[in-house]
């Protein structure tokens, strides 16, 4: 299985930047999906994240500005984030559960300028 994340870029606050985390290989569903997010010295903390059930949940900091959606038909988990912030800047990276194993993305950079 391998994971191919795209949608990042550099964008001015208050902007709006949609992920894209397509799954190739042969799988059936998409158990567990999330985006985590890597800031410059900072530790990989959890963005959103979406059980089977398509129940969300997000970091406070994110809440009523990002959302996590998956398309199973594609494969591919999305995460829409809107009014965004300086401090949304870092690598976001696809973590994604499969019949019981663990997959990331290579990452994609996210940078929101003042």
């Known amino acids: 299985v391998q994971l191919v994340e795209s949608g990042g870029g550099l964008v001015q606050a208050g902007g709006s930047l949609r992920l894209s985390c397509t799954a190739s290989g042969s799988i059936f569903a998409i158990n567990y999906a999330a ?3 890597q800031a410059p010295g900072k530790e990989r903390e959890l963005v959103a994240g979406l059980s089977s059930s398509n129940t969300p949940n ?3 900091s994110v ?9 199973n038909d594609k494969k591919t988990v999305y995460l829409q984030m809107s009014s965004l ?3 949304d800047t870092g690598i976001y990276l696809c973590y994604v559960l499969i019949a019981g194993q663990t997959y990331w993305g290579q ?3 996210v940078t929101v300028s003042s």
């Open 63 to 71: 809440k009523g500005r990002f959302a996590i959606s998956r398309d």
């Open 85 to 87: 912030k300086p401090e």
């Open 35 to 37: 985006w985590y997010r």
């Open 107 to 109: 990452g994609t950079q």
């Open 58 to 60: 997000y970091v406070d």
